[in-house]
Protein backbone atom coordinates (compact mmCIF):
# COMPACT_ATOMS: atom_id res chain seq x y z
CA UNK A 1 0.00 0.00 0.00
CA UNK A 2 1.07 3.79 0.03
CA UNK A 3 2.42 5.12 2.14
CA UNK A 4 0.73 8.70 2.01
CA UNK A 5 2.16 10.23 5.12
CA UNK A 6 5.47 11.10 2.95
CA UNK A 7 3.88 12.61 0.20
CA UNK A 8 3.98 16.03 1.58
CA UNK A 9 7.16 15.82 1.99
CA UNK A 10 8.21 15.09 -1.11
CA UNK A 11 10.07 18.17 -2.67
CA UNK A 12 8.80 17.92 -6.07
CA UNK A 13 5.11 17.41 -4.62
CA UNK A 14 5.59 20.22 -2.42
CA UNK A 15 6.75 22.34 -5.49
CA UNK A 16 3.23 21.58 -7.47
CA UNK A 17 1.39 22.12 -4.29
CA UNK A 18 2.95 25.90 -3.84
CA UNK A 19 2.69 26.50 -7.82
CA UNK A 20 -1.45 25.28 -7.70
CA UNK A 21 -1.89 27.79 -4.91
CA UNK A 22 -0.08 30.52 -5.88
CA UNK A 23 -2.11 30.67 -9.24
CA UNK A 24 -5.14 29.35 -8.75
CA UNK A 25 -5.68 29.65 -4.71
CA UNK A 26 -6.81 25.89 -4.13
CA UNK A 27 -5.94 23.96 -1.36
CA UNK A 28 -4.48 20.05 -2.79
CA UNK A 29 -5.03 17.00 -0.55
CA UNK A 30 -4.95 13.32 -1.07
CA UNK A 31 -7.20 10.42 -0.24
CA UNK A 32 -7.15 6.68 0.02
CA UNK A 33 -9.10 4.11 -1.56
CA UNK A 34 -11.68 3.85 1.54
CA UNK A 35 -12.57 7.43 1.53
CA UNK A 36 -10.07 8.95 4.16
CA UNK A 37 -8.27 12.33 4.07
CA UNK A 38 -4.70 10.68 4.30
CA UNK A 39 -2.87 14.51 3.98
CA UNK A 40 -2.51 16.67 6.71
CA UNK A 41 -5.85 18.55 6.43
CA UNK A 42 -7.27 17.00 9.96
CA UNK A 43 -4.30 17.69 11.93
CA UNK A 44 -5.47 20.28 14.99
CA UNK A 45 -2.74 22.62 13.78
CA UNK A 46 -3.01 22.59 10.15
CA UNK A 47 -2.22 25.70 8.79
CA UNK A 48 -4.95 26.38 5.28
CA UNK A 49 -3.35 27.71 2.18
CA UNK A 50 -7.28 28.49 0.65
CA UNK A 51 -9.89 30.59 2.99
CA UNK A 52 -12.95 29.05 1.58
CA UNK A 53 -11.71 25.11 2.52
CA UNK A 54 -10.81 27.06 6.09
CA UNK A 55 -14.32 28.26 6.59
CA UNK A 56 -15.54 25.10 5.12
CA UNK A 57 -13.98 22.69 7.60
CA UNK A 58 -14.95 25.27 11.04
CA UNK A 59 -18.43 24.03 9.80
CA UNK A 60 -19.61 21.65 12.09
CA UNK A 61 -20.18 19.31 9.15
CA UNK A 62 -18.23 20.90 7.16
CA UNK A 63 -15.83 16.96 7.10
CA UNK A 64 -18.95 15.46 6.42
CA UNK A 65 -19.99 17.62 3.09
CA UNK A 66 -16.60 17.44 2.07
CA UNK A 67 -16.44 13.09 2.61
CA UNK A 68 -19.98 13.09 0.31
CA UNK A 69 -17.44 14.96 -2.43
CA UNK A 70 -14.69 12.36 -1.78
CA UNK A 71 -17.20 9.38 -1.62
CA UNK A 72 -18.85 10.67 -4.92
CA UNK A 73 -15.67 11.09 -6.69
CA UNK A 74 -14.08 8.22 -6.17
CA UNK A 75 -16.86 5.73 -6.87
CA UNK A 76 -17.32 7.86 -10.19
CA UNK A 77 -13.89 7.34 -11.15
CA UNK A 78 -13.91 4.04 -10.88
CA UNK A 79 -15.97 3.61 -13.92
CA UNK A 80 -14.02 6.37 -15.46
CA UNK A 81 -11.53 5.55 -18.03
CA UNK A 82 -9.63 8.74 -17.64
CA UNK A 83 -7.14 9.94 -15.39
CA UNK A 84 -9.04 12.87 -13.72
CA UNK A 85 -12.38 14.38 -13.31
CA UNK A 86 -13.84 17.74 -12.83
CA UNK A 87 -16.30 17.71 -9.88
CA UNK A 88 -19.18 19.92 -8.68
CA UNK A 89 -18.59 19.82 -4.79
CA UNK A 90 -21.46 19.60 -2.46
CA UNK A 91 -21.70 23.52 -2.53
CA UNK A 92 -23.40 25.13 -5.37
CA UNK A 93 -20.92 26.44 -8.17
CA UNK A 94 -17.70 25.37 -6.42
CA UNK A 95 -15.56 22.81 -8.46
CA UNK A 96 -12.28 20.50 -7.51
CA UNK A 97 -10.04 18.69 -10.12
CA UNK A 98 -9.99 14.91 -8.50
CA UNK A 99 -6.63 12.58 -10.80
CA UNK A 100 -6.42 9.01 -10.07
CA UNK A 101 -3.46 7.21 -8.16
CA UNK A 102 -3.26 3.90 -10.12
CA UNK A 103 0.12 1.68 -9.53
CA UNK A 104 0.38 -1.00 -11.34
CA UNK A 105 -3.41 -1.03 -13.01
CA UNK A 106 -4.95 -1.35 -9.64
CA UNK A 107 -6.38 2.48 -8.41
CA UNK A 108 -5.63 2.84 -5.06
CA UNK A 109 -5.96 7.01 -3.91
CA UNK A 110 -6.65 9.92 -5.38
CA UNK A 111 -5.69 13.69 -5.69
CA UNK A 112 -7.90 16.35 -4.83
CA UNK A 113 -7.63 20.01 -5.94
CA UNK A 114 -10.30 22.16 -4.50
CA UNK A 115 -11.69 25.17 -4.78
CA UNK A 116 -12.50 27.17 -7.52
CA UNK A 117 -15.34 28.68 -9.98
CA UNK A 118 -15.74 29.08 -13.55
CA UNK A 119 -15.22 32.70 -14.61
CA UNK A 120 -18.70 33.01 -15.54
CA UNK A 121 -19.55 32.79 -11.93
CA UNK A 122 -22.05 35.27 -11.19
CA UNK A 123 -23.28 37.86 -8.75
CA UNK A 124 -26.57 35.34 -8.39
CA UNK A 125 -24.28 32.66 -8.12
CA UNK A 126 -22.54 34.25 -5.44
CA UNK A 127 -25.79 35.24 -3.11
CA UNK A 128 -27.24 31.65 -3.52
CA UNK A 129 -23.74 30.13 -2.64
CA UNK A 130 -23.50 32.47 0.21
CA UNK A 131 -26.50 31.81 1.33
CA UNK A 132 -26.37 27.97 1.45
CA UNK A 133 -22.86 28.68 3.33
CA UNK A 134 -24.66 30.40 6.15
CA UNK A 135 -27.45 28.18 6.51
CA UNK A 136 -24.88 25.24 7.04
CA UNK A 137 -23.52 27.13 9.65
CA UNK A 138 -21.17 29.41 8.39
CA UNK A 139 -21.21 33.67 9.91
CA UNK A 140 -22.11 35.64 6.76
CA UNK A 141 -18.57 37.51 7.37
CA UNK A 142 -16.80 34.35 6.63
CA UNK A 143 -18.72 33.38 3.76
CA UNK A 144 -18.48 36.58 2.05
CA UNK A 145 -14.81 36.31 2.34
CA UNK A 146 -14.53 32.87 1.54
CA UNK A 147 -16.13 33.45 -1.52
CA UNK A 148 -14.15 36.43 -2.41
CA UNK A 149 -11.10 34.50 -2.62
CA UNK A 150 -12.34 32.02 -4.47
CA UNK A 151 -10.25 31.85 -7.83
CA UNK A 152 -12.27 31.85 -11.26
CA UNK A 153 -11.31 29.69 -14.22
CA UNK A 154 -12.03 29.23 -17.56
CA UNK A 155 -11.88 25.78 -19.71
CA UNK A 156 -8.42 26.53 -20.95
CA UNK A 157 -7.25 27.37 -17.46
CA UNK A 158 -8.96 23.70 -16.18
CA UNK A 159 -6.76 21.71 -18.91
CA UNK A 160 -3.69 23.42 -17.87
CA UNK A 161 -4.56 23.02 -13.79
CA UNK A 162 -5.87 19.24 -14.39
CA UNK A 163 -2.39 18.44 -16.13
CA UNK A 164 -0.77 19.64 -13.01
CA UNK A 165 -2.90 17.90 -10.79
CA UNK A 166 -2.02 14.71 -12.72
CA UNK A 167 1.97 15.42 -12.44
CA UNK A 168 1.07 15.30 -8.76
CA UNK A 169 -0.43 11.59 -9.03
CA UNK A 170 1.67 10.65 -11.10
CA UNK A 171 4.88 11.36 -8.15
CA UNK A 172 3.16 9.74 -5.87
CA UNK A 173 2.97 6.66 -8.23
CA UNK A 174 6.96 6.87 -8.85
CA UNK A 175 7.60 7.49 -5.38
CA UNK A 176 5.49 4.74 -4.05
CA UNK A 177 7.22 2.44 -7.42
CA UNK A 178 10.76 3.59 -6.45
CA UNK A 179 10.14 2.42 -2.52
CA UNK A 180 8.69 -0.57 -3.27
CA UNK A 181 11.76 -1.50 -5.30
CA UNK A 182 13.95 -0.24 -2.15
CA UNK A 183 11.96 -2.43 0.00
CA UNK A 184 12.09 -5.32 -1.77
CA UNK A 185 16.03 -4.69 -2.58
CA UNK A 186 16.31 -4.81 1.22
CA UNK A 187 14.00 -7.75 2.01
CA UNK A 188 16.48 -9.56 -0.08
CA UNK A 189 19.81 -7.89 1.23
CA UNK A 190 18.75 -8.16 5.18
CA UNK A 191 18.65 -12.39 4.26
CA UNK A 192 21.38 -13.99 5.23
CA UNK A 193 24.32 -12.81 3.04
CA UNK A 194 26.09 -14.96 0.81
CA UNK A 195 29.15 -15.94 -0.24
CA UNK A 196 28.60 -13.43 -3.10
CA UNK A 197 28.47 -10.39 -1.15
CA UNK A 198 31.28 -11.02 0.96
CA UNK A 199 34.67 -11.98 0.11
CA UNK A 200 36.90 -12.43 3.60
CA UNK A 201 35.99 -8.90 5.51
CA UNK A 202 35.11 -6.91 1.80
CA UNK A 203 31.10 -6.75 1.67
CA UNK A 204 29.40 -5.50 -1.46
CA UNK A 205 27.16 -7.22 -4.10
CA UNK A 206 27.23 -4.55 -6.61
CA UNK A 207 28.56 -5.69 -9.93
CA UNK A 208 31.94 -3.16 -9.67
CA UNK A 209 32.59 -5.40 -6.27
CA UNK A 210 32.17 -9.01 -7.75
CA UNK A 211 34.68 -8.19 -10.55
CA UNK A 212 36.70 -6.93 -7.60
CA UNK A 213 36.47 -10.44 -5.81
CA UNK A 214 37.10 -12.38 -9.00
CA UNK A 215 40.54 -10.69 -9.85
CA UNK A 216 41.19 -11.48 -6.25
CA UNK A 217 40.57 -14.92 -6.64
CA UNK A 218 42.26 -15.23 -9.45
CA UNK A 219 45.42 -13.98 -7.86
CA UNK A 220 44.74 -15.71 -4.78
CA UNK A 221 47.87 -18.41 -5.13
CA UNK A 222 50.18 -16.03 -7.19
CA UNK A 223 53.37 -13.89 -5.30
CA UNK A 224 52.90 -10.86 -7.52
CA UNK A 225 52.57 -7.74 -6.02
CA UNK A 226 49.57 -5.56 -6.04
CA UNK A 227 48.60 -2.10 -6.23
CA UNK A 228 45.78 -0.44 -4.62
CA UNK A 229 43.88 2.39 -5.68
CA UNK A 230 41.00 4.45 -3.97
CA UNK A 231 39.73 7.29 -2.30
CA UNK A 232 40.41 7.13 1.56
CA UNK A 233 37.86 4.84 3.44
CA UNK A 234 36.86 2.63 -0.21
CA UNK A 235 38.53 0.00 2.28
CA UNK A 236 42.43 -0.67 0.60
CA UNK A 237 43.56 -2.11 3.48
CA UNK A 238 40.35 -5.06 3.74
CA UNK A 239 41.82 -5.61 0.19
CA UNK A 240 45.00 -5.96 1.37
CA UNK A 241 43.86 -8.43 3.77
CA UNK A 242 41.92 -10.43 1.67
CA UNK A 243 44.95 -10.86 -0.75
CA UNK A 244 47.16 -12.41 2.41
CA UNK A 245 44.74 -14.88 3.79
CA UNK A 246 43.62 -16.25 0.41
CA UNK A 247 47.56 -16.75 -0.37
CA UNK A 248 49.59 -19.45 0.73
CA UNK A 249 51.23 -16.89 2.64
CA UNK A 250 48.13 -16.99 5.23
CA UNK A 251 49.77 -19.05 8.22
CA UNK A 252 52.57 -16.27 8.13
CA UNK A 253 52.72 -12.23 9.41
CA UNK A 254 50.61 -9.88 7.84
CA UNK A 255 51.98 -6.38 8.30
CA UNK A 256 50.59 -2.91 7.55
CA UNK A 257 52.42 0.15 7.59
CA UNK A 258 50.97 3.96 7.04
CA UNK A 259 54.08 5.59 5.25
CA UNK A 260 52.53 9.13 5.11
CA UNK A 261 53.10 8.56 9.35
CA UNK A 262 56.24 8.60 9.62
CA UNK A 263 59.57 11.29 8.46
CA UNK A 264 61.42 9.29 5.89
CA UNK A 265 64.29 8.61 8.73
CA UNK A 266 61.81 7.04 10.73
CA UNK A 267 59.85 5.46 8.27
CA UNK A 268 63.48 4.19 7.13
CA UNK A 269 64.28 2.86 10.36
CA UNK A 270 60.72 1.25 10.73
CA UNK A 271 60.33 -0.68 7.12
CA UNK A 272 64.40 -2.45 7.56
CA UNK A 273 65.18 -2.06 11.25
CA UNK A 274 68.57 -0.14 12.22
CA UNK A 275 71.72 -1.80 14.33
CA UNK A 276 73.12 -0.24 17.19
CA UNK A 277 74.81 3.08 17.31
CA UNK A 278 73.34 3.90 13.70
CA UNK A 279 72.60 6.87 15.07
CA UNK A 280 71.85 8.66 18.41
CA UNK A 281 69.70 6.83 20.71
CA UNK A 282 70.00 3.40 19.12
CA UNK A 283 71.12 1.61 22.00
CA UNK A 284 70.46 -1.59 20.38
CA UNK A 285 69.94 -3.29 17.01
CA UNK A 286 66.40 -3.26 15.88
CA UNK A 287 63.91 -5.73 13.84
CA UNK A 288 62.20 -3.53 11.12
CA UNK A 289 59.03 -5.05 9.67
CA UNK A 290 60.78 -6.40 6.38
CA UNK A 291 62.24 -8.78 8.68
CA UNK A 292 59.40 -9.49 11.31
CA UNK A 293 57.10 -10.05 8.46
CA UNK A 294 59.55 -12.28 6.31
CA UNK A 295 57.45 -15.58 4.58
CA UNK A 296 54.42 -12.94 4.96
CA UNK A 297 52.90 -9.63 3.20
CA UNK A 298 53.99 -6.51 3.60
CA UNK A 299 51.06 -3.88 3.37
CA UNK A 300 52.24 -0.13 2.37
CA UNK A 301 49.48 2.22 2.84
CA UNK A 302 49.77 5.76 0.99
CA UNK A 303 53.24 4.36 -0.93
CA UNK A 304 52.59 7.45 -3.02
CA UNK A 305 54.05 10.13 -0.07
CA UNK A 306 56.83 8.53 0.06
CA UNK A 307 60.27 10.02 -0.87
CA UNK A 308 62.20 9.34 -4.24
CA UNK A 309 64.99 8.03 -2.02
CA UNK A 310 62.48 5.30 -0.13
CA UNK A 311 61.10 4.49 -3.33
CA UNK A 312 64.74 3.68 -4.87
CA UNK A 313 65.48 1.82 -1.44
CA UNK A 314 61.44 -0.18 -1.67
CA UNK A 315 62.42 -0.90 -5.62
CA UNK A 316 66.00 -3.00 -4.07
CA UNK A 317 63.28 -5.09 -1.83
CA UNK A 318 61.48 -6.15 -4.70
CA UNK A 319 63.47 -6.46 -7.51
CA UNK A 320 66.37 -8.11 -5.12
CA UNK A 321 64.78 -9.38 -2.34
CA UNK A 322 66.84 -7.77 -0.35
CA UNK A 323 67.77 -4.15 1.95
CA UNK A 324 70.02 -2.70 4.35
CA UNK A 325 69.36 -1.97 7.95
CA UNK A 326 70.22 1.71 9.11
CA UNK A 327 73.72 2.13 10.28
CA UNK A 328 74.50 -1.54 8.56
CA UNK A 329 77.20 -2.57 5.91
CA UNK A 330 75.85 -5.84 5.46
CA UNK A 331 72.35 -6.50 3.42
CA UNK A 332 69.91 -9.17 5.02
CA UNK A 333 67.29 -10.74 2.64
CA UNK A 334 63.52 -10.65 2.76
CA UNK A 335 60.99 -12.96 1.36
CA UNK A 336 57.97 -10.81 1.76
CA UNK A 337 55.14 -10.27 -0.82
CA UNK A 338 54.44 -6.52 -1.27
CA UNK A 339 50.78 -4.76 -1.79
CA UNK A 340 50.61 -1.00 -1.76
CA UNK A 341 48.08 1.42 -1.34
CA UNK A 342 47.60 4.89 -2.62
CA UNK A 343 44.66 7.38 -2.64
CA UNK A 344 46.95 9.87 -5.34
CA UNK A 345 46.97 10.07 -8.88
CA UNK A 346 50.05 7.72 -9.31
CA UNK A 347 50.25 8.41 -12.58
CA UNK A 348 49.93 12.34 -12.69
CA UNK A 349 52.81 11.94 -10.02
CA UNK A 350 55.06 10.04 -12.74
CA UNK A 351 54.79 12.99 -14.84
CA UNK A 352 56.16 15.28 -12.67
CA UNK A 353 58.52 13.48 -11.62
CA UNK A 354 57.45 12.72 -7.92
CA UNK A 355 56.77 8.90 -8.24
CA UNK A 356 59.18 6.74 -9.72
CA UNK A 357 58.03 4.67 -12.78
CA UNK A 358 60.17 1.38 -12.18
CA UNK A 359 58.55 1.25 -8.67
CA UNK A 360 55.61 1.90 -10.58
CA UNK A 361 55.38 -1.21 -12.33
CA UNK A 362 57.06 -3.42 -10.00
CA UNK A 363 53.93 -2.68 -7.63
CA UNK A 364 52.12 -2.27 -10.38
CA UNK A 365 51.61 -6.33 -11.55
CA UNK A 366 47.94 -6.68 -10.10
CA UNK A 367 46.12 -3.35 -10.28
CA UNK A 368 43.09 -2.99 -7.63
CA UNK A 369 40.63 -0.04 -8.26
CA UNK A 370 38.17 0.33 -5.35
CA UNK A 371 35.28 2.50 -6.50
CA UNK A 372 34.04 4.84 -4.14
CA UNK A 373 30.72 4.31 -2.42
CA UNK A 374 28.82 6.91 -4.39
CA UNK A 375 29.50 4.45 -7.70
CA UNK A 376 28.51 1.51 -5.82
CA UNK A 377 24.89 2.43 -4.78
CA UNK A 378 23.62 -1.58 -4.19
CA UNK A 379 26.38 -1.97 -1.48
CA UNK A 380 24.78 0.82 0.95
CA UNK A 381 21.96 -1.45 2.32
CA UNK A 382 24.14 -4.45 2.55
CA UNK A 383 27.10 -2.69 4.70
CA UNK A 384 24.18 -0.42 6.36
CA UNK A 385 23.00 -3.72 7.58
CA UNK A 386 26.32 -4.90 8.18
CA UNK A 387 27.31 -2.10 10.49
CA UNK A 388 23.82 -2.07 12.00
CA UNK A 389 24.14 -5.87 13.18
CA UNK A 390 28.08 -5.47 14.07
CA UNK A 391 27.34 -2.32 16.14
CA UNK A 392 24.16 -3.74 18.24
CA UNK A 393 26.07 -7.34 18.68
CA UNK A 394 28.63 -5.20 20.63
CA UNK A 395 26.78 -2.80 22.25
CA UNK A 396 24.63 -6.39 23.59
CA UNK A 397 21.51 -4.42 22.44
CA UNK A 398 18.16 -6.10 20.44
CA UNK A 399 18.51 -6.11 16.60
CA UNK A 400 17.59 -2.30 15.20
CA UNK A 401 15.92 -1.75 12.10
CA UNK A 402 16.17 1.52 9.52
CA UNK A 403 13.28 3.43 8.61
CA UNK A 404 11.95 3.79 4.81
CA UNK A 405 12.52 7.26 5.26
CA UNK A 406 15.75 7.24 6.71
CA UNK A 407 17.23 4.41 4.31
CA UNK A 408 15.94 6.59 1.48
CA UNK A 409 17.94 9.47 2.97
CA UNK A 410 21.30 7.50 3.62
CA UNK A 411 20.56 5.97 -0.44
CA UNK A 412 20.37 9.52 -1.32
CA UNK A 413 23.72 11.04 0.17
CA UNK A 414 26.71 10.66 -1.77
CA UNK A 415 29.59 9.64 1.14
CA UNK A 416 32.65 11.58 0.48
CA UNK A 417 33.90 9.50 3.46
CA UNK A 418 32.91 6.67 2.00
CA UNK A 419 32.22 3.20 3.99
CA UNK A 420 34.20 4.56 6.29
CA UNK A 421 31.81 7.64 7.03
CA UNK A 422 28.77 5.31 6.52
CA UNK A 423 30.09 3.03 9.64
CA UNK A 424 30.69 5.59 11.68
CA UNK A 425 27.02 7.18 10.92
CA UNK A 426 25.37 3.65 11.67
CA UNK A 427 27.42 3.55 14.54
CA UNK A 428 26.01 7.13 15.67
CA UNK A 429 22.42 5.90 14.80
CA UNK A 430 22.63 3.15 16.92
CA UNK A 431 23.51 5.08 20.11
CA UNK A 432 21.64 7.80 19.74
CA UNK A 433 18.44 5.60 19.08
CA UNK A 434 19.09 4.63 22.38
CA UNK A 435 15.78 1.89 23.29
CA UNK A 436 14.09 2.98 20.54
CA UNK A 437 13.97 -0.28 18.17
CA UNK A 438 13.22 1.48 14.89
CA UNK A 439 15.83 4.04 13.31
CA UNK A 440 14.26 7.23 11.87
CA UNK A 441 15.87 10.04 10.25
CA UNK A 442 15.29 12.29 13.08
CA UNK A 443 18.61 11.34 14.68
CA UNK A 444 20.56 11.32 11.09
CA UNK A 445 23.88 14.10 10.99
CA UNK A 446 22.83 17.42 9.41
CA UNK A 447 24.85 16.53 6.53
CA UNK A 448 22.68 14.04 5.39
CA UNK A 449 19.58 15.28 6.89
CA UNK A 450 19.63 18.13 4.98
CA UNK A 451 21.38 16.99 2.00
CA UNK A 452 19.01 17.51 -1.69
CA UNK A 453 16.42 19.54 0.27
CA UNK A 454 14.26 21.89 -1.90
CA UNK A 455 15.79 25.43 -2.32
CA UNK A 456 13.45 28.35 0.16
CA UNK A 457 10.82 29.95 -1.11
CA UNK A 458 13.06 33.13 -1.20
CA UNK A 459 16.05 31.06 -3.09
CA UNK A 460 16.46 32.85 -7.21
CA UNK A 461 16.97 28.91 -7.42
CA UNK A 462 12.96 28.05 -6.78
CA UNK A 463 10.59 28.12 -8.75
CA UNK A 464 8.83 31.40 -10.80
CA UNK A 465 5.16 31.33 -10.33
CA UNK A 466 4.70 34.42 -12.50
CA UNK A 467 4.19 34.32 -16.26
CA UNK A 468 3.09 30.88 -18.23
CA UNK A 469 2.29 27.45 -17.17
CA UNK A 470 4.53 26.47 -19.67
CA UNK A 471 7.23 28.21 -19.33
CA UNK A 472 7.22 27.15 -15.27
CA UNK A 473 7.00 23.55 -16.01
CA UNK A 474 9.91 23.69 -18.16
CA UNK A 475 11.43 25.73 -14.81
CA UNK A 476 10.65 22.93 -12.72
CA UNK A 477 11.87 19.82 -15.10
CA UNK A 478 15.36 22.18 -15.35
CA UNK A 479 15.27 22.32 -11.18
CA UNK A 480 14.17 18.62 -11.32
CA UNK A 481 16.98 16.98 -13.49
CA UNK A 482 19.88 19.91 -12.07
CA UNK A 483 19.32 18.50 -8.36
CA UNK A 484 19.10 15.00 -9.81
CA UNK A 485 22.17 15.03 -11.80
CA UNK A 486 24.13 16.44 -8.48
CA UNK A 487 22.44 13.66 -5.88
CA UNK A 488 23.71 11.04 -8.80
CA UNK A 489 27.09 12.18 -9.41
CA UNK A 490 26.09 12.99 -12.90
CA UNK A 491 24.99 9.39 -13.55
CA UNK A 492 22.42 9.90 -16.45
CA UNK A 493 21.28 6.21 -16.69
CA UNK A 494 20.62 6.31 -12.61
CA UNK A 495 18.85 9.52 -12.63
CA UNK A 496 16.64 8.66 -15.92
CA UNK A 497 15.23 5.30 -14.05
CA UNK A 498 14.67 7.67 -10.85
CA UNK A 499 12.47 10.50 -12.86
CA UNK A 500 11.22 7.82 -15.00
CA UNK A 501 12.12 8.73 -18.19
CA UNK A 502 14.53 7.00 -20.81
CA UNK A 503 17.86 7.90 -20.93
CA UNK A 504 17.80 9.21 -24.74
CA UNK A 505 15.04 11.32 -23.48
CA UNK A 506 17.23 13.07 -20.46
CA UNK A 507 20.01 13.63 -22.30
CA UNK A 508 18.34 15.60 -24.69
CA UNK A 509 16.95 17.09 -21.78
CA UNK A 510 20.25 18.18 -20.11
CA UNK A 511 21.61 19.30 -23.73
CA UNK A 512 18.09 21.79 -24.05
CA UNK A 513 18.58 23.34 -20.50
CA UNK A 514 22.51 23.56 -20.82
CA UNK A 515 23.72 21.40 -17.63
CA UNK A 516 26.57 18.89 -19.18
CA UNK A 517 28.94 19.48 -16.59
CA UNK A 518 31.72 18.47 -19.32
CA UNK A 519 30.96 20.85 -21.27
CA UNK A 520 30.84 24.04 -18.88
CA UNK A 521 34.76 22.36 -17.86
CA UNK A 522 35.68 22.77 -21.02
CA UNK A 523 34.31 26.01 -21.73
CA UNK A 524 31.92 25.08 -24.50
CA UNK A 525 29.01 26.97 -22.99
Known amino acids: MIDWKEMGDLHVIAKLEEILNKWWGVEMFWTDLHYKIRSKHLDKDYSFKNHFMK?????????????QDVEKV??????????????????????????????????????????????????????????????????????????????????????YFSELVDLVSDEVVTFHSEISKREARIHELNSELGDKYRYHS?????????????????????????????????????VAKAV?????????????????????????????????GAFTG?????????????????????????????????????????????????PKKADVRIVAATNKPVKEMMA????????????????????PLRERNDDIPVLMDHFLKKRCDESGVPMKTFSKKCMEKMLDYPWPGNVRELENEVERLVVLAGDEKNITPDN????????????????????????????ALEELEALMIREGLKRCNFNK?????????????????????????????????
Open 202 to 238: MIGKSKKMQAIYSLLEKVSTSESSVFIQGENGTGKEL
Open 493 to 525: SKLSKELGVSRASLIMKVEKYGLDKRKKAAGEE
Open 282 to 330: AVKDKKGLFESANGGTMFLDEIGDTSLSMQVKLLRVLQEGTYLPVGATT
Open 55 to 67: VQFGMSYGYEYMG
Open 244 to 276: HFSSPRKDNMFLAVNCSAFNDNLLDSELFGHVK
Open 74 to 159: TDGLHENTGSHVVFDSFFKHVKGVASKVVVDGEYLGTVFAYPFIMDSFTEADSEELKKQMIECGSVEADAVAAIEHLKRMSSADID
Open 352 to 371: KGEFREDLFYRINVINVNLP
Open 444 to 471: LSARILDHGEAPSSGNTRGINTNGGLKA
